[in-house]
């Protein structure tokens, strides 16, 4: 739910949220939000660069991309670099590089 609906990491400690993962499956234990952010964040990070970084080892020809937003539920905005390619049976993939953050809030209007 962090990941994939931008959610907060203390969304764990919302008592509507714990209280329903406790009528779904009361053995599961929540890990805590000091064990998502010193432990389950910083793995999973490694692993994904070091994916990202063995699938562009092979790659051949990269398009990179920049862009600027801001997310809706923040005064953030953000420059992303992403690259994209195609595999070898047409593919087509991307992986963002970096996001910097930026002073000014950025809208498309």
């Not at 051949?60 to 195609?86: G, P």
Request: net charge negative; aromatic share 12%.
């Amino acid at each position: 739910m962090i990941a994939f609906d931008t959610q907060p990491i203390s969304v764990v400690e919302d008592v509507g949220f714990t209280h329903l993962l406790q009528v779904l499956e009361p053995r599961y234990k929540l890990p805590s939000r000091q064990y998502i952010t010193t432990k389950i964040l910083p793995e999973t990070y490694e692993h994904v660069l070091k994916s990202v970084k063995c699938v562009l080892d092979y790659g051949r020809f990269y398009s990179v991309i920049t862009d600027v937003w801001s997310a809706d539920n923040a005064c953030a905005s953000l420059l992303s670099f992403t690259a994209l390619w195609l595999t070898d049976s047409f593919q087509q993939k991307c992986a963002v590089l970096n996001d910097l953050p930026l002073e000014e809030s950025h809208t498309g209007l």
